[in-house]
């Protein structure tokens, strides 16, 4: 199925999806177990599942998984990121629009939502939404009909609707930033995605299954890890979880020199995290809004541009990546390249 849809979403026909090992998360661990019986319970009935977690956990995996085993596994999963986009251009792309309803919706648009249906919909991100979308998607989850932007018939629409989110939305609601009525409509289940450190004897399995699948394989470095190599990325609590694991298995078949990944080939942040907080001097002439922003673009340098892996290494959402970006007037340097334009 093509997919013109904006970044932040995608199509997937029936439960392929790329990370998943022959439609199975990757796992050992009683931990993990736990929750994949929770998910089997889970995915048979048509109820809607809040999928909580840090970011990195593979929350999007859980969705792909509860799909996989439901009634609808034939039938599309669509994703949006509800922190990637402005509220009128989520809107757009989640329920489409009419010719004409805007400057520049020069032909009609048919919504994530509707494409989705009869499959399942993963609102990622869901404790981004604004005030004004929350009651838009309330309506839509009540209704089972959405309205295009610029439209006045509704359209009939039948989805599975999967959420994720790392905020505390129960928190959220008690501060009135999220719907109570919302959030009661999208947590008929919730499934808890753990983090990395709670789940270490996941570790080799993951690493195995990175190293295989990657596309920098070709290169015949790095296909195994030497086992105190093993024992170090252990010890470490990875506060970016599997996808800072992923990040790490891809960069180590680049550097290495062999096609075993010897302990000299990890970066120093993992084999002494303890040091990864420099304990330079106070610099008064520098302020807080400078230290903030020049942090901000080390990690998009890092990262080479990769807008997704520097706001979950900075503990932020895409949203607010992009409005510090704008804020600091460095949105056009980093929008579109996968590497930051030199100046």
């Not at 050992?28 to 929770?38: G, I, N, Y």
């Not at 009540?142 to 129960?170: F, H």
């Not at 302020?287 to 922003?293: I, N």
Request: hydrophobic fraction near 35%; aromatic fraction near 6%.
């Amino acid at each position: 199925m093509s997919n013109n849809t904006f970044p932040g979403s995608s199509i997937t026909g029936g439960a392929s999806n790329p990370i998943l090992a022959g439609n199975k998360v990757i796992h050992k661990s009683d931990l993990m177990k736990q929750v994949m019986r929770m998910v089997d319970r889970v995915a048979p009935s048509n109820a809607s599942v809040l999928v909580l977690g840090e970011s990195g956990t593979g929350k999007e995996l859980l969705a792909h998984a509860i799909h996989s085993k439901s009634q609808r596994r034939d039938k599309p999963f669509v994703a949006i990121n509800c922190g990637a986009l402005r509220e009128t251009l989520l809107e757009s792309e989640l329920f489409g629009h009419e010719k004409g309803a805007f400057t520049g919706a020069y032909a009609k648009k048919i919504g994530l939502a509707e494409m989705a249906s009869g499959g399942t919909l993963f609102l990622d991100e869901i404790g981004e939404l604004s005030p004004g979308m929350q009651a838009k998607l309330l309506r839509f989850i009540q209704e089972g009909e959405v309205y295009r932007v610029g439209g006045k018939e509704p359209i009939k629409v039948d989805i599975r609707l999967i959420s994720a989110t790392n905020r505390e939305l129960d928190a959220e609601v008690m501060k009135g930033t999220f719907r109570e009525d919302l959030y009661y409509r999208i947590n008929t289940i919730t499934v808890h995605s753990p983090p990395l450190r709670r789940r270490k004897e996941d570790i080799p399995l993951l690493v195995e299954h990175f190293l295989a699948k990657s596309t920098s394989r070709i290169l015949n470095r790095g296909r195994t890890m030497s086992d105190e190599a093993m024992s170090i990325i252990m010890k470490y609590d990875w506060p970016g979880n599997i996808r800072e694991l992923q990040n790490l298995c891809e960069r180590l078949q680049i550097l290495a020199d062999g096609e075993i990944i010897l302990a000299s080939d990890l970066p120093n942040s993992i084999v002494n995290p303890e040091n990864r907080i420099s304990m330079d001097e106070y610099d008064p002439s520098m302020t807080l809004y400078e230290l903030e922003k020049r942090h901000i673009i080390k990690a998009l340098n890092y990262f080479e541009g990769n807008k997704t892996q520097a706001a979950n290494a900075l503990g932020i959402t895409i949203k607010t990546l992009y409005n510090k970006l704008h804020e600091y007037g460095e949105f056009e340097k980093f929008a579109i390249h996968s590497k930051p334009k030199k100046a």
